[in-house]
Every structure is written in structure tokens, then in C-alpha cells.
């Protein structure tokens, strides 16, 4: 599951939650980015979302 995969990768505990919203493609919001890493905003992935198209609020 790409939770533990996350999980272990970034050596933090990882939200089930937030995971399955970003693979069921919810909009990105500032709280979901933030329950997934509370050091990233909205605004620092602005140019990432854009280049892969996702979805954001």
C-alpha cells in the first residue's frame, strides 16, 4: 500500500485520509497538503499541480 511505502520513505507517519483523497483525485486544498506534510503549502506546489494538471482549490 503507498501508505507504508510513503511512510517508510519519508520516515513519518502518513494520513490513510489524505492519501486516499489524493488518489481518488479530491482538489487540493491548504488543510489536505498540510495533513500530509505540515512544512509544504498550497503555494509551494503551485507549479507542480499545474504541470501535472491536478485539481487544486
Known amino acids: ?9 519519508y520516515e513519518m507517519p502518513v494520513d490513510l ?14 488543510e489536505l497538503v498540510r495533513r500530509l ?3 509544504v ?3 509551494d506546489l503551485a507549479e507542480d499541480i499545474a504541470q501535472i494538471g491536478y485539481a487544486a482549490l
Open 41 to 43: 503549502t498550497l503555494n
Open 1 to 9: 500500500m503507498y501508505q507504508d511505502f510513503a511512510k517508510d520513505y
Open 37 to 39: 506534510n505540515p512544512d
Open 17 to 30: 485520509d489524505a492519501v486516499i483523497e489524493i488518489f481518488t483525485q479530491r482538489p487540493l486544498t491548504p
